[in-house]
């Protein structure tokens, strides 16, 4: 039977996962995302071949995470920033290895210590760009409590599909705020494509994703973080060999970047558009309902990005990006279009309000776009 | 309509609970939108405490309380902080044995602690009696949504007491506007 | 499946190793191949795993499933791996720099938890595929890359710290002492809960040569030479006698029964 939930984001992305059939947790408490850990440690114990354990530090957190990922188990952990700078050297590695798993941020204001009980989103760069090297990943980003739920099985399902660790990028208020929840019966659960125990662990079709295989499958596969082989043997030496696997990993998601997206826009044929992820995208919604000269482009997976969208808005002059950030996304879009692009950065834990971004609104409804 | 309610007062009087046990009650038993947000703090007992609950009969898309239209306060602190500043046309339900003074717009005085401690003999439950009374006197959401919210969300074996408390918030309230 | 032959352990396409001639790894590696052979272990049940260094790179020689993970946390991916799969047998590789120094904190907390698995820790006293680097088990007094005028702080004694840390199974060996290092192995997969098994290793390229020690069998001769069985060194202590500099005191540390995380049921 489905069910109705009166819940903290924090806990629907704990029950997102059990619903997606997650088995292992691996982490380390830290405000704001502590709640997560808590309801995967009260949760996993119930079920059949569930894990949880608290490990040393979030590099042990997610270090556990991937191995458990290893032994075919849909593996998580959770954090936030502080957290979830120590864990960029192994996100590197689950991206390099080419291991599934879903890593829970909930935002809060940095750098160092910073608000640890105060929302920010300033985690996005580092979430796209933060370990070492080049390479891509999938980051989702819930607005509702609803959301959290519904985001984080997706990430699991993507995580499988694409064979690389997802984000769900939430912050500080949306992990302690309470909002109903539907929680269906069952969720759609996407694994990874099958490989066959001769099958070259590392060895792909056109798909760019090798199949899986977990540890006692009979592949005997060699795991590395080291440049590899289709075997999975390293090869560090190769310009070769590094240029076409790395190529390979950025292009098995970037190349599928429209087909992974998801957004929501709202009054397309609007001068002023928003663009806006997160919990601003509230404030944003409750505007356009306010005033039907603006419209918005919601992302809800901003991360591989997906730029085409930016060509449906034909008469947009200006495109304003609200963010818990001094402009990040904001960056982002600025490279993919000609049109202005006005960063609406608020840092200190709170949201924009609805009147701070009508201001703004208003301001480049005269200015026609001008800068 | 966008109602937003303030609760506030200091830890361990279970301000947060009584946000969480009203917003659970209006989200599922009373079919309302809500968004139930708390100020987080290193403090945990004694500092102060406060709990936002927005409801609406439409989805909630700003999260924030910006100007409550009602508020439940449970110390002169927090009335100081919140109280002071309620609109004319709000409504505040205050703990008439903590706080001291009296706002410029409607209120109940609700001696919520004292009846809790001597007639109940657990002051823990004065935050139930001032969910009681906050529904009585603003009928934000119906008397039996209150119950039910209170009855899924108290630990097993305090069904009874819990549900004194909120009767006799109810009464305080009907006393009152009699 | 079953080894019908030893080297069915070895990853034959992988050979030959990278270690350096004279190196003491791959005595190590073929006792620990001799035990899991002798204990008839499934190879598709076991998993070998290991962080960073020329230890590390064990793993990839083994013909079971094998994680190669980064540097220092090779303990926390095998918690992984144990909890997902507690019916593996699960080994871990490492060296006394991603063991002791990167990894320490794991390592400790990997004892506490007493967690079902085998630790071979290779200590050849320097971080040897960087190019001789001092680590926290660089005897004070000798020299590395990092060290140019002598080590000067106190070393680490990893077997003492497994012990206060409650790993169930601590011994240490060197890789002159094939028999009873296999030996080890055999009891530390045999014991449940943590086992800890040192094996000081000679590094001629990066330790011995630089520290006039010599070449791969002087080095290994050294070892044997310095090396002093546990009993001796206690009754040493209890006479008051001073256990002579650089001695590598050898022997089982612990074999006890704490509770155990992770183990088979």
């Known amino acids: ?371 | 309509m966008r109602t937003e309610i303030r609760f506030a007062g200091f830890g361990g009087q279970g301000i947060v609970t009584a946000a969480v046990i009203f917003g659970k009650a209006a989200a599922i038993y009373a079919d309302k939108y809500v968004v139930q947000t708390q100020v987080y703090g290193p403090e945990a007992r004694g500092g102060s405490a406060t709990s936002a609950v927005v409801l609406d009969d439409a989805d909630i898309l700003y999260p924030k309380v910006t100007d409550p239209d009602i508020y439940v306060i449970m110390s002169q602190d927090s009335f100081d902080k919140y109280g002071t500043k309620a609109k004319s046309d709000a409504i505040v339900v205050l703990d008439s044995g903590l706080v001291h003074d009296r706002p410029n717009c409607t209120y109940y005085e609700v001696p919520a602690s004292r009846v809790a401690k001597e007639e109940l003999g657990r002051v823990i439950v004065a935050n139930i009696i001032m969910l009681g009374a906050l529904v009585a006197a603003t009928g934000v959401i119906g008397r039996e949504a209150l119950k039910e919210g209170i009855l899924s969300s108290v630990p097993k074996g305090t069904e009874e007491l819990n549900l004194k408390a909120m009767t006799q918030g109810f009464e305080i309230i009907e006393k009152i506007k009699a | 499946m079953k080894a019908q032959v030893k080297e069915d352990w070895f990853r034959k396409d992988r050979l030959p190793h990278i270690f350096c001639v004279g190196c003491g790894n791959g005595t190590i590696i073929n006792c620990v191949v001799d035990a899991v052979f002798h204990l008839d272990l499934d190879i598709d049940k076991t998993v070998f795993l290991s962080g960073i260094g020329c230890s590390s790179r064990a793993p990839g020689y083994m013909a079971s499933d094998s994680l190669h993970t980064t540097h220092g946390r090779a303990l926390a991916f095998a918690t992984g791996v144990k909890l997902g799969r507690p019916e593996f047998d699960v080994i871990v590789y490492t060296g006394d720099g991603d063991l002791a120094a990167i990894g320490g904190n794991h390592f400790i907390h990997a004892c506490r938890r007493n967690i079902d698995m085998t630790v071979v820790c290779m200590n050849n006293q320097i971080y040897g595929m960087t190019g001789g680097q001092g680590s926290p088990c660089t005897p004070i007094g000798k020299l590395s890359t990092t060290t140019p005028y002598g080590a000067q702080e106190t070393p680490f004694d990893l077997c003492e710290l497994a012990v206060g840390a409650g790993a169930n199974y601590v011994a240490r060996w060197t890789s002159y002492h094939v028999k009873e290092l296999r030996n080890a192995v055999i009891t530390g997969i045999e014991t449940p809960g943590l086992s800890f098994i040192e094996v000081l290793c000679q590094c001629p390229t990066s330790f011995g040569n630089k520290n006039k020690i010599g070449e791969g069998v002087e080095h290994a001769s050294y070892l044997r030479k310095n090396a002093m069985l546990l009993q001796k060194a206690r009754r040493m202590e209890e006479e008051g006698k001073k256990i002579p500099p650089e001695t590598f005191i050898v022997g089982e540390y612990v074999k006890r029964s704490r509770p155990v995380m992770g183990g088979k049921t």
Request: aromatic share 8%; net charge negative.
């Open chain 1, 1 to 371: 039977m489905s069910q109705l939930e009166f819940v903290q984001g924090n806990i629907a992305c704990g029950k997102g996962a059990i619903a997606a059939g997650c088995t292992f947790f691996g982490g380390y408490p830290i405000t704001p995302s502590t709640e997560v850990a808590e309801y995967m440690a009260a949760a996993l114990p119930k079920i059949e071949g569930g894990c949880f354990i608290q490990m040393e530090d979030e590099i042990a957190g997610i270090a556990c995470a991937i191995g458990a990922a290893w032994t075919g188990a849909r593996s998580m952990t959770a954090t936030s920033g502080p957290g979830f700078s120590l864990m960029m050297e192994n996100i590197g590695y689950a991206f390099m290895t080419e291991t599934p798993c879903v890593i829970v941020n909930v935002q809060r204001g940095g750098p160092s210590t910073g608000q640890p009980t105060m929302a920010a989103q300033g985690d996005m760069m580092q979430a796209r760009y933060g370990s070492h090297g080049d390479y891509s990943i999938i980051a989702l980003c819930p607005a509702t409590v609803q959301e959290c739920f519904e985001l984080t099985v997706k990430a699991f399902n993507l995580s499988d599909q694409f064979r690389c660790p997802v984000f769900v990028m939430t912050d500080e208020i949306i992990g302690h705020m309470r909002e109903r929840i539907l929680i269906p019966d069952s969720v759609e659960i996407i694994r990874p494509k099958p490989a066959k125990p001769t099958d070259l662990p590392f060895g792909t079709d056109e798909s760019d994703i090798p199949g899986f295989l977990p540890f006692g499958s009979g592949q005997r596969i060699h795991v590395t973080g080291l440049t590899h082989d289709e075997r999975g043997y390293p090869d560090s030496s190769s310009y070769q060999r590094h240029e076409m696997l790395i190529k390979r990993l950025v292009h098995k998601i970037e190349s599928r970047r429209h087909e992974i997206a998801d957004y929501e826009i709202v009054n397309p044929d609007a001068k002023i558009i928003f663009i806006c992820y997160g919990v601003p995208a509230r404030t944003v919604q409750q505007l356009a309902a306010q005033d039907k000269a603006i419209g918005y482009l919601r992302l809800r997976i901003v991360w591989p990005f997906p730029e085409e969208v930016l060509k449906q808005f034909k008469n947009v002059t200006t495109f304003i990006v609200p963010e818990m950030n001094l402009g990040m996304i904001s960056r982002e879009i600025e490279r993919h279009t000609a049109i202005p692009v006005v960063s609406v950065g608020k840092i200190g834990g709170d949201l924009h309000t609805a009147q701070e971004l009508q201001e703004v609104a208003n301001a480049y409804k005269t200015a026609g776009g001008q800068r």
